[in-house]
């Protein structure tokens, strides 16, 4: 089955630029998804189809996908974008949704 | 205004049964790709299953022959029957609208907790 892998944890100041990373096998060839989820709420997409932003995300936010890796980039860090981030892929091989394990943005 | 809701969690034996459903409103479900996803309390997502507008359902190997996506269009509603349940299916589950195959979940519900415990 096809895995994605994220760091668990990335921390940044505030102002800063956090990367975050998913990999997986020829990952660039996929669609990927990126979800945020801060505590005891639901998770809100905030990338899709590898950087497209949904109306009402701030342009902070964007992402890459190339290769074996996709990313998820937040820039002008703020302590509101402290979350877990969570990357998705749909693997059309076994007709599955894939997340990755998820990665806690910490703003110092 | 698009909305989900879920509800029919709650405290279960091992090997029995719950279904949940989910209440859909500002669109159509039977026009939407809708999954299920859970989340162990503390760690990460896990998808569960999907059913595509067709009708044509998907699960995780961990859920398949146990689990059964369903809907009722003229209620606009989506079930997830869980039977034979098992300790490590305690979660909160969620279900999500997409539009189409590989895209995204663009709407979340809040979830509803399954515990699974004697």
């Known amino acids: 089955s096809y895995v994605l892998t994220q760091p668990p944890s990335v921390s940044v100041a505030p102002g800063k630029t956090a990367m975050i990373t998913c990999g997986g096998n020829?990952?660039?060839?996929?669609?990927v998804h990126w979800y945020q989820q801060k505590a005891g709420q639901a998770p809100v997409l905030v990338i899709y189809?590898?950087?497209d932003r949904p109306s009402g995300i701030p342009e902070r936010f964007s992402g890459s996908n190339s290769g074996n890796t996709a990313t998820l980039t937040v820039s002008g860090v703020e302590a509101g974008d402290e979350a877990d981030y969570y990357c998705?892929?749909?693997?059309?091989?076994?007709?599955?949704?894939?997340f990755g394990g998820g990665t806690k943005l910490t703003v110092l | 205004e698009v909305q989900l809701v879920e509800s029919g969690g709650g405290l279960v034996q091992p090997g029995g049964s719950l279904r949940l459903s989910c209440a859909v409103s500002?669109?159509?479900?039977?026009?939407?790709?809708m999954s299920w996803v859970r989340q162990t309390p503390g760690k990460g997502l896990q998808w569960v299953s999907v059913?595509?507008?067709?009708?044509?359902?998907y699960y995780a190997d961990s859920v398949k022959g146990r689990f059964t996506s369903s809907r009722d269009n003229s209620k606009n509603m989506l079930y997830l029957q869980m039977n034979s349940l098992r300790a490590e299916d305690t979660a909160v589950y969620y279900c999500?609208?997409?539009?189409?195959?590989?895209?995204?979940?663009?709407?979340w519900g809040q979830g509803t907790l399954v515990t699974v415990s004697s």
């Open positions: 059913i595509y507008s067709g009708g044509t359902t």
């Open positions: 999500a609208r997409g539009v189409s195959t590989g895209g995204p979940s663009g709407n």
């Open positions: 998705q892929v749909w693997d059309s091989s076994s007709e599955h949704v894939v």
């Open positions: 020829n990952i660039g060839r996929k669609s």
């Open positions: 500002g669109f159509t479900v039977g026009s939407n790709y």
């Open positions: 189809y590898d950087g």
